[in-house]
């Protein structure tokens, strides 16, 4: 394994435990349904975000053609846009607004190596 192998796992492998425990937090916490309620959206999406934040975890780390992992890319950056703004709207502190820009780097890490990857060929050191 190279350098950015291990660079692209890292960063990968802490942003989909880090969605996958966030997506599960969504289904099961009270407190998760409150901030919901608190940014003014409706129960169902929370509930639609939870699974999705799952099953895009999983994506990650699966071996799916090229098209899935970039449509999955796509869908954490738009929800960690989406919650910045959300927390930005509703004048929640900076504690609230940084953590989706965080982990919006870890998500560019993970898929600029993702890219370099594909990029490469197979004996890439």
Do not use: C
Request: glycine share 8%.
């Amino acid at each position: 394994m190279t350098k950015r192998d291990y660079i692209y796992w890292g960063a990968t492998g802490l942003l989909a435990l880090a969605q996958f425990a966030s997506g599960t937090l969504y289904l099961l916490a009270e407190d998760m349904a409150e901030a919901f309620r608190h940014l003014g959206f409706p129960d169902y999406f929370r509930v639609q975000l939870g699974i999705a934040k799952i099953v895009g975890s999983i994506a990650l780390l699966a071996p799916l053609p090229r098209f899935l992992k970039e449509w999955t890319y796509f869908g954490f950056i738009t929800s960690f846009v989406s919650a910045f703004i959300a927390h930005t709207a509703v004048g929640d502190p900076i504690g609230d607004i940084l953590p989706p820009v965080i982990v919006l780097g870890v998500l560019a890490v993970s898929y600029v190596t993702y890219r370099q990857r594909q990029a490469a060929p197979a004996n890439d050191e």
